[in-house]
């Protein structure tokens, strides 16, 4: 009775750890297939996204292209299967000089001219309409594991107070709309020359636009410029969960508004 009882216990054991095995490779041949992983880190594409977002990358939207691709045969340079980014398009790519993942959306396409003049946005010489919404208001305070400090249109601001950012809503060429935010006229990038962009490259945008670092920064000052196809890695379409705390165990700073909220 004591061997059977033994057995049965080594059993029960060794189905287990089969059943964890099969439920680890699944996921990853999920993840390495189709789907990849991605937090928000920083505020650049708020309010669209917020520090702290979870959500997965479909990596089949634009095909696989070297960072994307689950096999060593995939191409050093293009892409192989999948179909083109459209305007409006929120993407995961890896930086072209920084070897890190970026998120930003996508606002010009190859050939495309693009311009920013007094902080409004002109693709092909004709100016991109937008439309006054209610400000986007956050609390100021520490956000995500790094413990980033929002900028706010009303500061100075106290810790705790409320951060204000104007709020629009962009419609691009397409017909695809989203809401950007304006912290303070005058910055930097609100003013740039006109970009054409070259073939198989993408102009990149967040939309906390004066808290971006872009394509409206070139490469060769530091900063994002265009991106070739073959960094693409995946769209981004639905946030799966999200977290406004320091980690994800503080239950009461989670956001149950926006599980499995679509990402427009």
Known sequence: MADSAAGKKKE???ETVKT??????IAGIFRTLFFQPF???SGSMKDTLLIGDFLFVNKMAYGYSRYSCP??????NGRIMGSEPERGDVVVFRHPTRGVDFIKR?????GDTVQVRGGRLWLNGAEVPLQRQDDFIEIKEQQGPQGLIP????DPVPEGGECVKERFTETLPNGVSHDILNIVDGWVADDTPTFTVPEGQYFFMGDN???????????????????PAEFLIGRADRIMFSSAGRSLLYFWTWRPDRFFKAVD
């Open 71 to 76: 096999f060593s045969l995939c191409p050093i």
């Open 209 to 227: 636009r004066d808290n971006s670092e872009d394509s409206r920064f070139p490469q060769e000052v530091g900063g994002l410029g265009f991106v």
């Open 39 to 41: 937090w928000i880190p």
């Open 151 to 154: 900028r706010c249109s009303n």
């Open 20 to 25: 964890i095995f099969w439920a680890l490779l």
């Open 106 to 110: 996508v606002i010009g396409l190859p």
């Open 12 to 14: 029960g054991i060794w």
